[in-house]
């Protein structure tokens, strides 16, 4: 039999949980009703690519596509559309609204992003041809080990994982340390809240990152290395692991690579989740199979590392400079960049911002203009409130320190740090005391345990935290917090526990008021401790539409259908759902 | 090793490079306060109690773990260093249960010594811990995790000092426990009893089950002794209240077992159930009953010296007991001997120190079963495999080091163990009298460069060589003599005893002993003075812990009276 | 690899290579796979180039994948170069757009303006 | 049953070595496979890498990708980190926790859903981030969670 239309239904299980069946019912309903079961088929079908916006339907041959239907709209459409022959216009899937995506800035520089997102990173000709291990054959061709640390002094490189250790120094002590074995490993545990940038190297240009170790381990005298990456960046395993076959096929890792007399080949080790283990010691006890636990220092790993060798460990985004360096020389990096921060620096943006995402800047660019040039601005025109960088170990900046450069000196002399990179830009809308908080909960979750400032002395730190956003704060918390911070910082065993009090040290310091708002006069200023807020309706505003009563997962709306709602305050538990609901913007906080 | 100089609190101290800051100044008698730092342990550095200022270095330093090197300019009571110790101090007391009052341990508890050392006098921060539960499923001990201070010593010792790697940590942060294997309670688990984790405990965490709340530590005695439960004679540190024997702990830095002692040494005496012999008794109309001392030692010696006798001693007496007995019968002509077997020697290699097993990088192990018999070795070999020495059990019957030995093997594959060996390091063969001679033969290829270890069964088996005691069969005599000590006869001695006029002298009552016509009491371990010999061959010395019950006499004194009887 | 000549070589048939958009084909197609991308969809995105390919018998384009291009926001992110002109980024490229993406831009020469994104160079 | 679970161990193990190292590696690879890990496959890691019990459970327990307890039919992890709770995660963690009865780091009754917090995935831009199983969901707001439960419950046949 030849239709003369196709009507396609989603039997997704979005759209069926949103009452596809239903919808399917009506329209079989309404072909019978208006005998067109000859002239039209009905196909269930898996999905039709908006099931966020089902229950969704498409009639072909004009292949009009309908969404969030009713029963109701089925049978409206079957008369309008297949009857009358005019499609139902306020029913039709409409695109997205076009991007509103500020244009790239011409501020950013790309090094170690350079090939990211313009090879195929499974192609290891792709990296070829982008110079890729040029730098390799040119240091086992051309250069003694020394050489090659004297082309990284000149460069300036530090490491890109945290304090901004220089990085020839580091291979230096790991290249004079006595010992026949020694390892270089990569830090791939990029674990900051929101910090991405390895991830996007070591899936965009994995290349960039092996040919950055061969060249260390050329350096130190290493001949075995391995990457330990984070469980959580699957496809960055995979990825990886298919580039360290390739570049074995091309004999770039193995046996006399560039038949020189050197020979290096890589493991990945994959993480199981614990933040602790981006500290370098724990991420060795991890490779060796043990609970990430770190160790005091010294010895540090360039003497004594990975099974008590000399091991040189550095992130990705550090080994990643490397064959740049080497390629275009040590002089032309430092020409990027400041006086003692060289080269640049990338950036996972975050956040309350325009322009979210990846970017790449020379070192001692203002946060201005990362915020507002390459960033595109604060979310909505909001007003900037702070930056957060360096994570859970860094500080939030406030907006005196707009024109701040941003390196590894000026980040520190503000409270903040450097860190892996994550950039988190915050609004007026954003408590934060509750910033605070919430990262002392990071920390306290993520503490191994080992020495008692950092296990109980965060704890205690979150118990206050945790009072004053619910409106229980006491005097004398802050000065307790500020004690308890200081004794964490100085006693703590690892960077984890010495850095878990900056973003309350940091906030404490710019934004005094705001904790002192919340345990003095009881109130959030940014409206976000639901200890000390209230969800209230506008009489004026409210239209009756009884959204908000349905929406309230405890019932505590009161009001009938047209008429004016009610928050009842004492069972409210300040979800925000009301608020969000509400099609006339009646609902708002005191 | 070269020396080194630094400087601690303005002082000029010597060092040897590779020593910590915490080792230099300890040498210097600076006390630098620790928590988690043990010197038996390996360094930990989590406490953070240790913590110092040095000179030119960033932040402070643990100096359990910071190298002394040459120059250094260390501080280790800046006003900064005490702000720190005093802190961390205040956080574990907030962090779980620390009420002294209501601990086992109170005087006896390194935390709370520091919290008086650094004047903490009242709870500074909140205390929201919740109760855990009391581990009471071990017989001899407690573990209390509400005491814990999460310090590991416990966890390194059970896996450096025993190899037995029991303990481990469960969770991470704030949620972290001392468990037991895969968290199962502790009587559950693979724990072999040795209480080395109770020894090295700072707190109250892991307590003494016997001792427990029985009074304050500021009134016990303290008393070094010889444990005399097997020939291996680990030096004890014996606590004692009021003539009540408390616990009994090991000795560090003491020659063989350096602090490890095992179930034997540790709890079991605490829990001896056998009625005492508390005074001489004899036979009269048929039952035994209380006599003098003097009327008991009298009827002994007239019987000696009325027919044939032989004296037969179980080693698990003194050295000089020993001595005496074997004098005593030479005396009266009488044949004296030892009821254990003895170990044949090998026929060859060198004589071993049971320490030489720890450095070992092969270890034999035949004819013998340490984990059962001297325990302490069983786990120094466990060590010894766990620092990579390569571990042969050959036995035709079960061994329980077959379970983490690197092979085992039958009688008859005993060659493949000297294959094993050769060209390896040091060589330490440890057998007991189970030996076969075919394996004997086997190993004799090892030569003289290996090491031999004989583990003799009995107590103090080379204090009863050093007597002329061998071996010997009860024979058809007159008059049987058994000197048991604290031992009581085995079922194929009791079978062997024949109508002779017996006495038997013992600590506790027995099926012999009842059966005696004279019995003669004797000490117990605890209220030993005197030495016994152990496999390195060195007198051990005995302390008296206890006093003797009143109508008791040390062994060497009887027996030497009866010799100055005789005559 | 025994030398740099070698690696030399290499390079240059790769570049070669990249200059056309494909090794005998007109055009490339590039899918961003980043973990990102596939969060965002970029499987189905995928799956759609090679079916909606397959369906109108297009022979002469690269179909290829890249890493996260940093805009992860704007995943799925699909690129098309067309011989040797500039490469066209184009981001929330769902399944659903693929067919209109290949017909209007792949197939018409017309890029499709109002999905396009900018991307730093 | 346990003749399975054997042969899974057997495999992992021979995939990443039977050598300590591989310990993490292959408690958080058998984890993966069977939900979470119970006490006769920890035994049998220890056993089959000749390593002590305590050891395998000090590191499986450690480890927040790893778990030593049953775990939900469907495991939610939510983001817990910066960016997702600056685009709103705490009242995606609430409206988590009131949908199911339960707080983060439980299991329902039923065993239907366990609500993990997990530390960042690296997709910030997409914040708040959940993952149920394997899947990713992003952008998230209480209608949106509501809405994806719903779905998961109707999948489930509506049980639950």
């Known amino acids: 039999m030849v239709y003369r239309a196709h009507i396609l239904i989603s039997g997704d299980a979005a759209c069926i949980a949103k009452g596809a069946r239903d919808v399917e019912a009506a329209l079989w309903e309404a072909v019978q009703e208006l005998n067109l079961k000859d002239e039209v088929q009905i196909l269930e079908v898996s999905s039709l690519g908006h099931s966020d916006q089902g229950p969704e339907i498409v009639i072909y041959p004009d292949g009009t596509d309908y969404v969030n239907l009713t029963p109701e709209d089925a049978k409206f459409i079957i008369e309008e559309h297949l009857l009358k022959g005019r499609p139902v216009e306020r029913l039709t899937y409409r695109e997205p609204p076009s991007l509103p995506l500020p244009p790239p800035s011409e501020k950013e520089v790309r090094v170690v992003l350079e090939n990211v997102g313009k090879i195929d990173p499974e192609n290891i000709e792709d990296y070829i041809a982008m110079d890729g291990y040029m730098a390799l054959g040119k240091v086992l061709g051309e250069m003694t080990p020394e050489e090659v640390i004297e082309e990284l002094k000149i ?16 291979w230096t002590l790991a290249r004079n340390a006595p010992g026949d074995m020694k390892y270089v490993i990569c830090n791939g545990d990029e674990g900051d809240p929101g910090a991405f940038m390895n991830r996007s190297v070591l899936e965009g240009d994995p290349h960039s990152v092996i040919e950055g170790m061969a060249i260390a381990a050329y350096a130190i005298g290493a001949s075995q290395g391995y990457f330990y990456v984070r469980a959580e960046y699957p496809i960055a395993i ?3 692991r298919a580039a360290i076959k390739q570049a074995r096929d091309y004999g770039l890792l193995g046996e006399h690579i560039f038949g020189a007399d050197f020979s290096f080949d890589l493991e990945v080790r994959m993480g199981a989740g614990a933040f602790v283990c981006g500290e370098e010691t724990a991420l060795m006890q991890s490779i060796e199979g043990a609970r990430g636990m770190p160790r005091t220092r010294p010895p540090y790993p360039a003497t004594a590392g990975l099974w008590g060798n000399p091991t040189n460990i550095n992130n990705v985004e550090t080994y990643a400079n490397v064959p740049k360096i080497i390629h275009k020389g040590g002089s032309w990096f430092a020409s990027m960049g400041t006086d003692k921060s060289k080269g640049t620096k990338t950036f996972a943006i975050a956040g309350k911002v325009e322009r979210t995402g990846l970017i790449e800047v020379p070192l001692g660019m203002t946060i201005r203009e990362i915020v507002y040039d390459v960033g595109g601005g604060v979310l909505g025109g909001k007003k900037f409130k702070a930056v957060q960088t360096g994570g859970p170990m860094g500080g939030c900046i406030p907006e005196q320190y707009l024109d701040l450069p941003v390196d590894y000196e000026h980040l520190k002399e503000v409270g903040s740090m450097m860190g892996s990179g994550g950039f988190v830009v915050m609004d007026e809308d954003t408590c934060m005391v509750d910033i605070a908080r919430f990262f002392m909960e990071f920390t306290q979750d993520e503490s191994c345990g080992k020495c008692v400032p950092c296990r109980v002395g965060t704890r205690r730190m979150l118990e206050i935290l945790n009072r004053i956003c619910a409106g229980e704060g006491r005097p004398g918390d802050i000065e307790t917090l500020e004690e308890l911070a200081v004794y964490i910082r100085d006693g703590s065993l690892c960077g984890l526990g010495q850095g878990a009090p900056n973003p309350v040290l940091s906030t404490l310091q710019y934004f005094r008021d705001e904790y002192e708002a919340h345990i003095y006069d009881k109130t959030c200023p940014a409206k976000v401790c639901k200890g000390l807020i209230e969800y209230k309706i506008n009489p004026e505003a409210c239209i009756g539409c009884t959204r908000c009563a349905r929406n309230c997962p405890v019932n505590a709306i009161e009001g009938k259908p047209k008429q004016t709602h009610v928050i009842d305050a004492d069972i409210c538990i300040r979800c925000g759902v009301c608020k969000q609901v509400c099609p006339v913007d009646a609902v708002y906080v005191e | ?30 006390d630098i306060p620790v928590l988690c730092h043990h010197p038996a342990l390996a360094n930990w550095g989590a406490c953070r109690m240790c913590l110092v200022e040095v000179k030119g270095m960033r932040g402070l330093q643990t100096s359990c773990t910071c190298p002394a090197t040459e120059g250094m300019e260390v501080e280790t009571e800046t006003e900064k260093v005490v702000a720190v110790r005093k802190f961390v101090l205040e956080l574990l007391f907030s962090e779980r249960n620390h009420y002294c009052m209501y601990c086992q341990m109170s005087g006896d508890c390194e935390l709370q010594d520091l919290a008086y050392r650094y004047g903490l006098d009242h709870w500074t921060y909140p205390r929201p811990f919740e109760k855990m539960e009391v581990d009471a499923s071990r017989k001899y001990f407690i573990m209390d995790p509400n005491r814990c201070i999460l310090c590991s010593r416990c966890i390194r010792a059970c896996s450096e000092i025993a190899a037995n790697h029991t303990l481990g940590l469960r969770d991470r942060g704030a949620r972290t426990m001392v468990v037991a294997d895969l968290d199962v309670p502790f009587g559950e688990s693979t724990c072999v009893e040795c209480g080395t984790c109770l020894q090295v405990c700072p707190t109250g965490a892991l307590i003494d089950a016997k001792s427990a709340y029985g009074g304050r530590e500021k009134d016990v005695i303290h008393t070094q002794t010889t444990c005399m439960q097997c020939s291996v004679g680990c030096d004890l540190d014996v606590v004692t209240r009021y003539q009540r024997l408390l616990r009994v702990d090991g000795v560090w830095e003491s020659e063989p077992s350096g602090g490890l002692l095992c179930v034997d040494g540790r709890f079991k005496p605490l829990y001896e159930k056998r009625q005492r012999v508390t005074g001489p008794l004899v036979r009269k109309d048929g039952k035994l009953v209380a006599a003098g001392w003097n009327e008991a030692l009298g009827i002994v010696a007239e019987k000696l010296q009325s027919g044939s006798c032989q004296g037969l001693a179980y080693c698990a007496t003194t050295d000089e007991a020993l001595t005496a007995f074997a004098r005593l019968f030479a005396k009266v002509d009488g044949a004296a001997g030892r009821i254990e077997p003895q170990v044949a020697p090998l026929g060859f290699g060198q004589v071993a120190k049971v320490q030489d097993v720890l450095d070992a990088d092969v270890i034999i192990v035949t004819g013998a079963q340490p984990l059962e018999y001297q325990r302490v070795i069983g786990y120094f070999i466990h060590r010894a495999a766990d620092q990579g020495a390569q571990v042969a059990v050959i036995t035709d019957d079960e061994n329980g080091l077959s379970a983490r030995a690197a092979m085992t093997l039958t009688s008859a594959e005993a060659g493949k163990a000297v294959e094993t060996a050769a060209g390896a390091g040091k060589v330490v063969v440890v057998y007991g009298t189970e030996i076969k001679p075919e394996v004997i033969a086997a190993l004799k290829p090892l030569g003289d460069e290996a090491y031999i270890l004989a583990l003799d069964p009995a107590r103090n088996a080379q204090g009863a060589t050093a007597a002329g005691l061998q071996p010997q069969e009860p024979s058809d005599v007159d008059v049987l003599y058994f000197l048991l000590g604290e031992q009581s006869e085995d079922a194929a001695l009791l079978a062997k005893v024949n109508g002779a006029f017996k006495i038997v002298q013992a600590a506790y009552h027995s099926p ?33 812990a206890l006093l003797m019950p009143e109508n008791v006499r040390d062994e060497a004194e009887a027996l030497a009276a009866l010799a100055d009887m005789i005559g | 690899m025994k030398s740099l000549e070698e ?11 990249r200059k056309l958009a494909g090794e005998g084909a007109k055009s490339r197609i590039t899918v961003a796979m980043g973990t990102c991308g596939i969060a965002a969809g970029a499987r189905d995105t995928m799956k759609a180039v090679l079916n909606e390919i397959e369906k109108r018998q297009i022979a002469d384009v690269v179909v290829t994948q890249t890493g996260c291009m940093g805009l992860c926001e704007y995943e799925p992110m699909v690129t098309i170069k067309i011989g040797e002109a500039d490469e066209v980024t184009y981001g929330k490229i769902d399944a659903a757009r693929i067919p209109t993406l290949i017909e209007k831009h792949l197939l018409g020469g017309e890029p499709v303006a109002e999905w396009q994104v900018q991307t730093a160079k | ?84 709770h600056v685009a709103g995660g705490r009242k995606i963690w609430e409206t988590l926790e009131q949908a199911l009865g339960i707080q983060f780091g439980q299991t329902t009754s039923d065993g239907q859903w366990t609500l993990m917090p997990t530390s960042c995935i690296g997709l910030c831009a997409v914040g708040p981030v959940m993952m149920i199983d394997d899947e990713v969901f992003g952008n998230l707001t209480p209608e949106k969670v509501n809405e994806i439960l719903a779905r998961y419950r109707e999948q489930d046949g509506g049980a639950a």
């Open chain 1, 238 to 240: 995979q990825t990886l």
């Open chain 4, 1 to 84: 049953m346990e003749e399975r679970m054997m042969h899974q161990v057997d495999e992992t193990v021979a995939r990443y070595g039977s050598t300590d190292e591989a310990l993490v590696e292959i408690l958080r690879d058998l984890s993966q496979q069977a939900g979470y890990l119970d006490r006769p496959t920890l035994a049998a890691v220890a056993k089959k890498l000749a390593v002590p019990e305590s050891r395998v459970f000090s590191v499986a327990s450690f480890y927040s990708m790893i778990s030593v307890e049953p775990l939900g039919k469907h495991v939610i992890r939510m983001c817990q980190d910066a960016p997702c």
């Open chain 3, 7 to 17: 690696l030399r070589k290499i390079k240059e048939r790769a570049l070669e290579r």
């Open chain 1, 155 to 170: 460069s300036g490189l530090r490491g890109r994982g945290g304090a901004g250790f220089p990085t020839w120094l580091k």
């Open chain 2, 512 to 544: 012999l002993v009842d059966q005696a016509d004279v019995v003669l009491p004797t000490p117990i371990w605890v209220e030993r003075t005197g030495h016994v010999t152990n496999l390195d061959g060195s007198a051990k010395p005995l302390h008296a």
């Open chain 2, 1 to 30: 090793m070269s020396e080194i100089h630094l400087t601690i609190n303005g002082k000029p101290v010597v060092a040897q490079s590779g020593q910590t800051i915490l080792e230099a100044a300890k040498q210097a008698d600076i």
